[in-house]
């Protein structure tokens, strides 16, 4: 997936009709998502024209629609940087309660729309296995306002982190963070505390990898330098 930055600062926005701003709000996340990803521009897409698409005060499902794209097990380098960096200010805006904000050079960079949707679409069938698996209003607690809004977010924001750590062609080193990053914003979405907690799971579960894969990697070094050295 190659980026470039548009050669004009403004930004053709996208809207939705009328129909699918309908299926917005009443369809299940998997349909809105399907229409979002139907809506993208034939040529390339930007972060602030997908924003437009979503919608501003969407921005649990622009989390979601973000980390599609990394259930594929192996990533293409750069794009968890891009996209994980938009997760980690959607994180950081909610935590302190302001509206979404990206830099220029985040929201003019462009993806392939092709390459894009593909990995969306191939992406969407394993959403829906994971959307099923919510139901609204369990374990409400998880979902409440005051230290557990706090926490929530704190770990959406540690999802986007984890996300952005240079281990893109190692396998499932994006996709166990996209799917904390997917099952915390469907338990906010949905005020499902049983997927806020598969969320704090696949986080943990993802340091647990990175532990590995970094100690693993500092002996191998060490063995190949003692060989070198005698």
Known sequence: MKFSEKESSSVDHIHLTREQEAQLQVESLGEKLKVVIDKLPPEGVTLVEILDLVGQDSLMLLAVFLSLVFLIPVSIPGVSTLFGAAILLIGVNRLFGRKLWLPKSFRNRIVSTDKLRIALERALVWFHRLERMSRP????????DGLMEILNNCSLILGAVLLMV?????PFSNTLPALSIIFLAIGLLQRDGVCILLGYLANFVTIIYFTVLIAGGGMAIREALRHLLG
Do not use: D, I, M, Y
């Open 137 to 144: 209003h369990r374990l409400n607690r998880l979902t409440s």
């Open 166 to 170: 240079p281990f893109g062609l190692v």
